[in-house]
């Protein structure tokens, strides 16, 4: 069953700590929104389900009454050991102690292997703010097909924009290159513990890939070009070491700033400016 605030506060007393800052703890005590994240996953008894930052197990607990097996991430020493004993006799029930992030564009080596089975592998979670941006890419990346989680909302909003909005960037292009984008929910800090100073959201992803296999190639490449993206086109394609004659090609206008190239724009881009694994 989900847990209230009283018993996650309980259970964090048993290994005396609290919430810490630092790893991005925010608790859900929505109980409607925990079955309601492990609805939109659509769970199956022989899917593997990754679930980035555990914190009390109050979703695991959700997840695990449905039949799948589950590897949890957890950073946090102390809620390492009472996933431990809480999910100790339960054989589908794996932990994975440490970041879920090794460097900034890696998985820690046990996720990756994880993420790579050959099996349904699905990412469900109350993702910690902090690691939300580069988890879900490297996921993508690695062939995880669904990915339902919780995030704020300024996050929810670079994934599914597009080059005609603010929130338009890195995240957005490679996001619509390997998935499709849903948000289905924005959450008001009330429904965590210690309350978030922002909105949350709940996103769903479904994987869709348009890179083959050189999407971690096209990442940095689009990376590379928004590095500078308050100069002209041409600035930013010469500053990023590509040649800015490649834009007449595409009758492109270099005088337009990188934020305004459309997603279709960089994948037709890609194969001219990067023709190797030069990146």
Not at 199 to 225: K, P, Q, W, Y
Request: charged share 25%.
């Amino acid at each position: 069953m989900p847990q209230s605030k009283s018993e996650i506060r309980s259970l964090l007393n048993s290994v005396n700590t609290e919430p810490r800052h630092r790893f991005g703890q925010n608790f859900m005590i929505d109980q409607n929104l925990v079955r309601l994240i492990a609805d939109a996953g659509s769970i199956v008894e022989n899917d593997r389900i990754i679930e980035v930052g555990p914190g009390t197990g109050t979703l695991t607990d959700e997840i695990l009454s449905r039949g799948p097996h589950v590897t949890a991430v957890e950073i946090d020493r102390d809620l390492a050991k009472l996933l431990r004993e809480r999910f100790a006799s339960n054989e589908r029930f794996e932990l994975i102690e440490g970041d879920a992030l090794d460097g900034k564009h890696a998985l820690h080596p046990e996720l990756m292997r994880v993420a790579q089975a050959n099996q349904s592998v699905k990412l469900i979670a109350n993702l910690p703010y902090n690691i939300a941006s580069p988890l879900i890419i490297e996921l993508l990346i690695l062939g995880v097909e669904l990915l339902v989680f919780t995030v704020q909302k300024e996050v929810a909003d670079r994934l599914r924009a597009t080059e005609k909005d603010e929130a338009y960037g890195p995240l957005s292009v490679v996001a619509s290159m390997l998935a499709k984008v849903e948000v289905l929910r924005t959450l008001p800090p009330q429904a965590f513990w210690p309350a978030p100073r922002i909105d949350s959201a709940l996103v769903r992803m479904t994987r869709d890939n348009r890179l083959g296999s050189r999407a971690d190639e096209f990442s940095r490449f689009v990376h590379r070009i928004f590095n500078y993206r308050r100069k002209t086109l041409r600035k930013a394609m010469s500053e990023a070491g590509f040649d800015p004659a490649i834009l007449e090609s595409f009758s492109i206008d270099p005088q337009l700033r990188p934020e305004a190239l459309s997603p279709e724009n960089l994948l037709e881009m890609f194969p001219v400016c990067c023709p190797l694994s030069s990146l």
